[in-house]
């Protein structure tokens, strides 16, 4: 078997994959982008291992299957980080992402008066009543 096809399309696949992380503005788009880079990269395994005689046999296929795993565990990791930054941010566009500050924190107070929490009379907060 001659692996120029497979390994022509697997360098479209992954050049598409490469254009598509360095042009794309949404998360999730970003994602997809880099696991069609790792399908590229299956390609390529399990094209080298039908091609080529190694000492281990079949070994493309169970790297590429590593690389399944790999993929499933990073678009896990990856969607709940794009969650949160929608819950954040209200937006998943990776350039208005700020790389610099720490997000700001709901103060306690606003859900303390939510619950029906009351504050302590005559004192700070965070202080109980007995302590000055």
Do not use: W
């Amino acid at each position: 078997m001659r692996p120029v096809i497979p390994y022509v399309t697997a360098a479209l696949l992954f050049g598409l994959g490469v254009y598509g992380v360095l042009r794309r503005r949404n998360a999730v788009l970003v994602l997809m982008a880099v696991e069609l880079m790792l399908n590229a990269v299956n390609l390529i395994l399990v094209t080298a291992d039908t091609t080529a005689k190694a000492a281990l046999p079949h070994g493309g296929q169970v790297f590429a299957l590593f690389v399944i795993v790999l993929a499933a565990a990073e678009i896990g990791v990856g969607l709940a980080i794009v969650l949160q930054l929608y819950r954040l941010r209200a937006s998943v566009a990776v350039d208005e992402v700020p790389l610099t500050e720490a997000p700001a924190l709901v103060p306690a107070e606003p859900l303390a008066a939510a619950v029906g929490a009351e504050r302590p009379s005559g004192g700070h907060a965070d202080r109980p009543e007995g302590v000055r």
